[in-house]
């Protein structure tokens, strides 16, 4: 698959790059996709929260009336979760949400997300750029330059650059990543790809 490949000020450099058809022209694994997006938003998740069983509800164990002859069902304790103050029945307890997922079917599901993008031709490929110093009108002008200043963008980098790293990182509905930081969450999450010239051979040895 082919695509022109642009300078960061919008111009056509004249060139076309040939991106990798086993990762950018894959059959989608719709499946592979959900379960890589669960795993990262499980992963996300403290699990800290909890809440007072009766055990944990600092409270007399006086049985507080008799057994029978009251007309009402008996009751041995006030930290019953059928008194106010009482514990909570089946409450939540601290877990860990994560779980394992085999390296290739991360790899897959990357490949996929990133295919359904190229589909949609929702992916440009920039010439490597640096910015000389980090300005955010920088970021916003260039994403005005490429028609995408209205869209959710991501932009794949090679290697961390520091001036384009603060000079989008307060932009609105912008993300900045390397290619070996890409995850599926991050490609979904956009509507458009800007990838620079160079990270396309780091994402092809990263992902294969």
Do not use: C, W
């Amino acid at each position: 698959m082919k695509v022109t490949v642009l300078k960061y000020t919008g111009e056509d450099t004249g060139r076309t790059i040939e991106l990798p058809e086993d990762i950018f022209g894959l059959e989608p694994n719709d499946h592979a996709i959900y379960l890589d997006v669960k795993q990262y938003l499980a992963n996300q998740r403290q699990g800290t929260h909890k809440s007072k069983e009766r055990a944990d509800i600092a409270a007399s164990t006086r049985k507080i009336k008799k057994q029978k002859g009251t007309g009402t069902a008996r009751a041995g304790s006030m930290k019953s979760p059928l008194f106010k103050g009482g514990g909570r029945v089946f409450g939540p307890k601290p877990r860990d949400y994560s779980f394992k997922l085999n390296k290739k079917l991360k790899r897959l599901a990357r490949k996929s997300a990133l295919s359904y993008k190229a589909a949609e031709k929702n992916v440009t490929v920039v010439e490597d750029f640096d910015f000389d110093a980090p300005k955010t009108k920088n970021y916003l002008k260039m994403l005005a330059d490429l028609s995408l200043a209205d869209k959710k963008t991501l932009l794949i980098l090679e290697k961390n650059n520091k001036n384009i790293l603060l000079s989008g990182r307060n932009v609105k509905r912008a993300n900045i990543l390397t290619a070996d930081q890409l995850h599926t969450y991050h490609l979904l999450h956009a509507d458009s790809l800007i990838f620079s010239e160079s990270s396309i051979d780091q994402l092809n040895s990263t992902l294969n």
